[in-house]
């Protein structure tokens, strides 16, 4: 059981709209924000797309259900407007620790007092926004693996101020959705997943920009010598390149060095991944 009925998520780019999907077919209520309208169109054609693909992956999904989801997501331009009921924020914005801040403090103004924050920051700790919150004890971290109705885990992760009701409450949240909580004790950038994910996606991204091998042959290697069904640069497309060039830039030299990388040979050219049909592979329909 949860507290939570009304679910606004920030953001419907790749993972956001994924999360506020997979919260609707549950039977929960959404809105989904972005900034503007247009960008709410193409967010609609992907909640269309996250429905067939339900219907054909995901069991129970099938016979009407799916598109039952679609009538429970609204959509909103209007931050006030987007979050005058909720229960609980899900903040799905890019990787920018500065929007993030001014999000945050627009969002503590305009939620009413009940709202729970939780930010599905990948690299940012919760201690990097709580402060621009204003509510430090209902804010804390949930974080979605890409491909929710598949790789189902949704990461807990508070910091000292948070509630611990508000965390277990956001606990029986993430299993009411029907994903597999994973509590975390303490913060740690990049959490659980993250901190195993992260270096290889880094060691594979120096082994290009150093001209050692290029992703067919790296991502070939990793498949062959570990049994992974995907490579690194697979992993890449499926994250999406934006994102992947966003955490890039804020990091070491070698990192931002793969993000010029990033920039210049797929985001300028539209390349951003599986979401686009095409980044370091091509993808068909």
Excluded: C
């Excluded at 597999?180 to 270096?199: D, R, T």
Aim: aromatic residues 10%; charged residues 20%.
């Amino acid at each position: 059981m949860t507290d939570i009925t009304n679910v606004t998520v920030l953001g419907t780019g790749v993972l956001g709209s994924q999360i506020a999907y997979q919260t609707a077919f549950h039977g929960f209520t959404v809105t989904a924000y972005d900034i503007t309208d247009e960008v709410l169109a193409t967010a609609e054609k992907r909640f269309a797309g996250l429905a067939a693909t339900y219907e054909s992956e995901v069991a129970g999904a099938a016979g009407g259900a799916a598109q039952q989801a679609l009538q429970r997501i609204r959509y909103s331009s209007d931050l006030a407007d987007a979050v005058a009921d909720a229960d609980l924020v899900i903040e799905a914005i890019p990787e920018n620790l500065q929007l993030k801040q001014e999000t945050y403090t627009k969002l503590g103004e305009l939620a009413p007092e009940k709202t729970i924050f939780a930010t599905n920051s990948s690299t940012l700790l919760p201690s990097d926004l709580v402060a621009f919150t204003g509510r430090p004890a209902e804010f804390l971290a949930l974080h979605f693996a890409n491909h929710v109705w598949v790789n189902n885990t949704a990461e807990i992760m508070g910091t000292t101020q948070t509630d611990p009701a508000v965390y277990q409450t956001v606990v029986d949240f993430a299993s009411a959705i029907g994903m597999v909580p994973i509590e975390i004790k303490k913060e740690k950038a990049g959490y659980v997943l993250n901190s195993l994910l992260v270096p290889l996606l880094d060691a594979a991204s120096e082994l290009l920009v150093d001209g050692i091998a290029d992703p067919e042959t790296i991502d070939k290697t990793w498949r062959i010598g570990t049994g992974s069904p995907v490579g690194p640069f697979q992993i890449f497309d499926i994250v999406g390149l934006t994102t992947a060039y966003n955490i890039s830039a804020a990091a070491g030299p070698k990192q931002r060095e793969f993000a010029a990388y990033l920039k210049e040979n797929y985001i300028d050219k539209g390349k951003l991944g599986l979401s686009t049909g095409e980044g370091f592979y091509r993808y068909s329909a």
